[in-house]
């Protein structure tokens, strides 16, 4: 195999399918008139020389690189082959890229013994005898064309000597087509932008082609990202390297219909045959110890695209020890932990586009170049933006709006927002589906609600652990599967999967919010919390309304078919009346200017994790809510009293920072054994305070304005 090199293309080595290598004054215009047109029928591309008259003594630097640029080679051995120093250096020429670019190289023994070409008898005996005493050949030359011919001769080819003409040749075409199919190039993209640099790092940090071990590579990235369209200029670039090849797309897909499995071991045996032959496998066991077989002697490019289980790889590149020496297994995934289980020897993480590529992209796709056209660069900045350099995101967009006017470009931007484009929701939601239950929750919890906001602290883990969700399990999970990140303790997720996220949601009951599981569109909580249509599919609720819209005239009884409600927090809105109750499976109440004056009579509150009620109307504090964690009521002035909270012994955080008429706290809270923070600045009216505090868990306490209270922390 040839040696790594540092320079690689997402475009095509190949600028012909076939070589045809021929002594012209023999068969140019009988047989090889005749092979080409056959070929050439078959849309098979052939490189022939057309300038054989012009010939010097040595061969042409244009036909080198011919022989360079062609998949395979047909040598046409017929009785003159060898007296033209010519034929013999192409000759030389094809043999050295069968070894350093394992082209396909096919014999063709036209009238010809193989016997008198690998022991150099008859004609082709003489001719290198006259070589050798009339053309003043050196003896090296001369030992390098006969060790050549011998080697040709020793190749599996096609002999000639009487019959159908028009059958043999229609034999070297199915050959020959056989053979560019296993080895098609593979079109990577229509403008394969930003890709060179990617493929650049993987072949060199990762693949190093050339070096005798067996190595197992991921391609690890979230959907449209870009992994089948690298594993495929990776496929361009270097499988003409190995013996046998293979590139199996949709691994996912094809495995799970019927004998899935099955079948894709068929295939991979069939291609690494080069499709000269196949087999029926009655069992996947089986199937396993054919592959085996096959394969350990070979160095073998195996790329196994879409994979998304362990059982794919077990079945079709279970451990490096099934593959020849120099051997490369390349598997494209959205898993980590998969990648991982199967111990591949390392994952190459794709990475988004950068500004400049991701514009370009666009571009290409909208405008058919490279920069905006004029009067709408301020709607590509906003895609670019609304697409988050994702190359999948861009190609569709801009396909969807190439041709279009300004105002269709602007309804478009306005549509995609509400509702994402169904190619980019069709990919994204393959990873959703995946998932399991818990992650799913988990998942749509993040998409519409806490994006960017979520900390990784006990109280959350607590409020999605107690909904069933696992979160120690599914945040990891989802992290692994290229949902979720995590910056400066915070989850991230793309923009582009949170739309998916809440789209699913939408989905769920299109034309009737109540009926959704997770409500966070404004105007969909408008038409619920007035109308009184939430349902008990309703689980959580955010509301967050646009400046100067922010109004809800709550109804009585908006809350009171939704059994299920766990999550309510209002981030910015005010309310024109209060509800007669509250769902008693709530787990998060975080309410901004919280209209109510105390709670509904009926609450129990036995779920309930985080109670905040910044700027409330709320009088007394008096609950008995025993899993309560937070309570935070900053800036509430109508508070004037905290009472016996003895029954809410999970208490972690206390603010009541600003609550400028509170004037009494009770002894309880002296007492709570859980208690880290306590928050009682800027409560300047305060007469009655616990005066011994048992707060063994206390680290934190400011009352710097408190009447009888310091700051400190402890």
């Given amino acids: 195999m040839a040696s790594s090199s540092s320079s690689f293309s997402v475009t095509s080595p190949w600028l012909y399918d076939v070589f045809l290598s021929f002594r012209g004054e023999d068969i140019r215009d009988t047989f090889i008139a005749h092979l080409n047109h056959a070929l050439m029928e078959k849309g098979i591309r052939t490189f022939i020389d057309e300038d054989e008259v012009k010939r010097g003594d040595e061969i042409s630097p244009v036909l080198l690189q ?265 598997i494209t995934a959205r898993d980590q932990h998969l990648l991982t289980a199967h111990g591949v020897d390392s994952t190459y993480k794709m990475k988004l586009l950068n500004y400049h590529d991701a514009l370009q992209l666009f571009c290409w796709h909208a405008f058919k170049q490279q920069k905006p056209v004029e009067g709408y660069d301020k709607f590509v900045e906003q895609i670019i933006s609304y697409a988050g350099s994702l190359p999948l995101a861009l190609t569709v967009l801009g396909s969807d709006l190439y041709g279009r006017s300004e105002s269709e470009w602007k309804s478009s931007l306005d549509k995609y927002k509400q509702i994402p484009h169904q190619d980019i929701q069709k990919i994204l939601q393959t990873s959703y589906e995946r998932l399991s239950e818990e992650e799913k929750n988990v998942f749509l919890d993040i998409a519409c609600f806490f994006n960017g906001q979520l900390q990784l602290d006990d109280v959350i883990i607590k409020i999605l652990d107690s909904s069933s969700f696992c979160p120690n399990f599914s945040i990891p999970r989802l992290r692994e599967k290229c949902l979720i990140s995590e910056f400066d303790g915070r989850l991230q997720m793309h923009d582009l999967l949170r739309d998916m996220g809440r789209e699913v949601v939408r989905q769920e009951s299109p034309e009737n919010p109540g009926a959704r599981s997770r409500l966070f569109f404004y105007k969909d909580v408008r038409e619920v919390l007035e109308d009184d249509t939430g349902r008990n599919k309703v689980e959580a609720i955010v509301i967050d309304f646009p400046e100067g819209d922010e109004i809800i005239h709550l109804s009585p009884n908006a809350f009171k078919n939704m059994k299920r409600l766990r999550l309510f927090r209002c981030i910015n809105a005010y309310f024109y009346g209060e509800p007669n109750c509250l769902p008693n499976s709530i787990r998060v109440l975080d309410w901004l200017n919280c209209p109510l004056q105390s709670m509904p009579s009926e609450f129990r509150g036995d779920n309930l994790f985080i109670l905040q009620m910044v700027g409330s109307h709320i009088q007394e504090i008096c609950f008995e809510f025993k899993n309560l964690m937070v309570m935070n009521f900053r800036g509430s002035e109508f508070l004037t009293k905290i009472s016996d909270i003895s029954r809410c012994p999970n208490l972690k955080q206390m603010d009541f920072k600003d609550c400028k008429n509170l004037v009494e706290v009770h002894d309880s809270v002296a007492s709570l054994a859980k208690l880290v923070r306590l928050n009682l600045s800027g409560c300047n009216n305060l007469e009655r305070f616990p005066k011994e505090l048992l707060l063994r868990s206390l680290q934190f306490l400011d009352a710097l304005h408190g009447s009888q209270l310091s700051s400190s922390g402890i």
């Fill in 66 to 330: 011919a022989i360079e640029d062609s998949k395979t080679s047909i040598i046409v051995l017929s009785e003159n082959y060898a007296s033209s120093t010519w034929c013999l250096d192409e000759l030389l020429k094809i043999l050295e890229c069968k070894k350093s670019r394992q082209q396909l190289v096919l014999p063709v023994f036209y009238h010809v013994d193989p016997s008198y070409v690998r022991k150099q008898e008859g004609s082709f005996g003489k001719a290198l005898a006259k070589h050798a005493e009339k053309l003043n050949v050196d003896m090296k030359k001369l030992q390098l064309w006969k060790e050549a011919l011998q080697e040709v001769a020793n190749l599996s080819g096609d002999h000639l000597t009487n019959g159908n003409e028009a059958k043999f040749i229609e034999g070297i075409v199915q050959d020959i087509s056989r053979f560019i199919e296993s080895h098609s190039y593979l079109p990577v993209a229509k403008y394969p932008t930003g890709l060179d640099s990617q493929l650049r790092d993987i072949m060199n940090l990762h693949l190093s082609v050339g070096t005798n071990d067996v190595r197992m590579v991921g391609i690890l990235g979230l959907g449209g990202i870009g992994k089948t369209s690298l594993a495929k200029a990776i496929w361009n670039s270097i499988a003409f390297r190995f013996e046998a090849s293979c590139f199996l797309a949709n691994v996912s897909d094809h495995s799970n219909r019927g004998r899935g499995l099955v079948r894709l071991q068929e295939t991979l045996y069939s291609k690494i045959f080069r499709g000269r032959r196949s087999l029926e496998i009655d069992s996947i066991d089986s199937g396993i110890n054919i592959i085996k077989r096959i394969l350990h002697s070979k160095s073998v490019l195996l790329i196994l695209d879409g994979v998304d289980h362990i059982t794919q790889l077990d079945t079709l590149a279970g451990a490096c020890d099934w593959f020849g020496e120099g051997s490369r297994i390349i």
